[in-house]
């Protein structure tokens, strides 16, 4: 397959590009809110989760 020069590669992915659906601005929202109502939640269970961890290691090795 040949190289395009850059001038036909700029066209090429202009025109790529128009065919690209972009999400709309409550689409944009729903999804930030989703992403960080689940960062929020796994951040969450992974202090649990070292909580727990750290103590029963401390009470195992009876650092306390």
Do not use: C, H, Y
């Not at 001038?7 to 065919?19: A, C, D, N, P």
């Not at 972009?22 to 951040?43: D, F, K, Y």
């Amino acid at each position: 397959m040949a190289r395009p020069n850059p001038i036909q590669f700029l066209q090429q992915v202009r025109q790529e590009t128009s065919k690209v659906t972009w999400p709309g601005r409550n689409e944009v929202l729903i999804s930030t809110v989703m992403v960080l109502v689940l960062v929020i939640l796994a951040s969450l269970f992974f202090l649990l989760a070292d909580q727990v961890i750290s103590w029963a290691v401390g009470l195992m090795l009876s650092i306390r």
